[in-house]
């Protein structure tokens, strides 16, 4: 995904919309991801112990229910923290590649 959105020259990171990929830009989208991913896990757990499936049960069953509604729900928080990622790699490509003393293409 990360080789798709560099190929197209995405603009999720850096884009007005979607939050600087400047410092913390990795951090931020992290942070908010993992947040809703715990939310959505502690929302089904306490849903399936309230409709009567107790304890032990309900918490696996409320946590594997969770991956698949995480995918859904958080795509566009899950395709701005790749951004992110494809933003600091880039960035950290380029600094390499200005240590070295050679052009960023030659590979």
Wanted: glycine share 14%; hydrophobic share 45%.
């Amino acid at each position: 995904m990360a080789e798709r959105m560099r190929a197209e020259g995405s603009s999720v990171a850096g884009s007005a919309d979607g939050g600087s990929p400047g410092q913390g830009g990795v951090a931020k989208w992290f942070a908010i991801y993992t947040l809703g991913r715990l939310a959505i896990a502690a929302v089904l757990i306490g849903l399936l112990w309230v409709l009567g499936l107790p304890g032990t049960p309900g918490f696996l069953f409320g946590v594997l229910l969770a991956m698949p509604v995480s995918y859904l729900v958080l795509r566009r928080v899950r395709e701005q923290l790749t951004g992110a990622l494809v933003a600091r790699s880039d960035r950290k490509q380029r600094l390499r590649a200005e240590l070295r003393g050679s052009d960023a293409d030659d590979g």
